[in-house]
């Protein structure tokens, strides 16, 4: 059994992942690192873990674990690192933006790969280090990648996408109190979220010649989880051709799918599932991705890319259903 440790454990991801393990047949939790929580219970803190683990908090880390999933806000993973040491065995997955992009990537002599499966399964295999994608991220690169691969994306991209109340963590702020967020929507960061870097930066790994802009508008549902993305850019084939070109690049996903039907969220919350649609209106492709913000947007998927590392199953531990009803 893998040996694991966790970084950050009273968060959102960090519960998730949690969860995760707990069910996984090829590893278990060693410790669970929190300053603030240190001696208490987690299921205090993960008040959906009663009754199902024992596990205290710590403010002290084992070293020698096989694998470390820092899941700490952004920015905190290089203090961390800078702070404390692993062994040379110990894979890391990092849940924040603090190595995504190519500029950040090499740190202290460790290189992060990327940890997108969709986009370059095969080197996350072979990686020590992984810098897991953004949720925002990970839903829009997945609806652009099959465009990306064949050089199709000649033009501007709108994107506007409807993310939960969990994507923006547990510290209280004035947009997250349910007396602001209940019946409400709003924008934010209009054109200059952060997630663009490491979507363009991925678009053009596959189509180094795009030079056209992804005009993102990420907006704030009154929901708790989920991320609901719908795109569309010019497209000069058939609906039946763009439909094609998905269903052939993810032919082997394991976790992405292109689906014939109108989607909504109930489909893919508390999954680690990517569900696509297209639709065609004139000289217009509409894409619509949705997944979990905490799951395939993050937790779920650093699972995911810990299977891939060390040879398991791609889906141990993660095949979850909808809560559809």
């Not at 994507?167 to 209280?172: I, K």
């Not at 850019?233 to 993810?250: I, M, P, R, V």
Request: glycine share 8%.
């Amino acid at each position: 059994m893998l040996q694991v440790g966790i970084i950050g454990g009273a968060g959102y991801t960090a519960g998730e992942l949690i969860r995760l393990l707990m069910h996984h047949g090829k590893a278990e939790i060693d410790f669970v690192y929190s300053t603030s929580n240190a001696g208490n219970k987690i299921s205090d803190v993960h008040q959906d873990l009663v009754g199902d683990l024992e596990l205290k908090f710590t403010d002290t880390i084992n070293p020698n674990v096989d694998v470390l999933f820092l899941c700490l806000g952004h920015g905190n993973s290089v203090k961390f690192l800078e702070n404390n040491t692993f062994s040379d065995h110990t894979k890391i997955i990092d849940l924040g933006n603090d190595f995504r992009l190519e500029k950040d990537k090499v740190f202290n002599g460790k290189t992060f790969v990327y940890g997108l499966p969709e986009l370059q399964k095969e080197a996350i295999k072979k990686a020590e280090y992984i810098a897991n994608p953004g949720c925002f991220a990970t839903t829009i690169q997945l609806a652009l990648l099959p465009l990306a691969k064949n050089g199709l994306l000649q033009n501007d991209v709108h994107i506007n996408a409807v993310t939960g109340a969990t994507g923006a963590g547990t510290s209280l702020s004035k947009t997250t109190h349910f007396t602001w967020r209940d019946n409400n929507f709003s924008y934010y960061k209009p054109f200059t979220h952060q997630h663009l870097g490491e979507i363009n930066q991925s678009v053009k790994q596959l189509q180094n010649n795009f030079s056209s802009e992804l005009i993102f508008m990420p907006n704030r549902g009154n929901f708790s989880r989920g991320i609901f993305a719908t795109l569309y850019t010019h497209f000069n084939g058939s609906l039946e051709e763009a439909k094609a070109l998905y269903k052939d690049y993810y032919k082997d996903a394991k976790f992405t799918f292109v689906s014939d039907n109108e989607l909504h969220l109930k489909q893919v919350v508390n999954t680690n599932k990517c569900l696509i649609h297209l639709h065609k209106h004139d000289n217009k492709l509409l894409i619509t991705s949705c997944t979990d913000n905490l799951l395939k947007g993050a937790s779920g998927q650093a699972v995911q890319n810990m299977n891939l590392m060390f040879g398991f199953d791609e889906t141990e531990g993660i095949q979850l259903k909808a809560n559809f009803f």
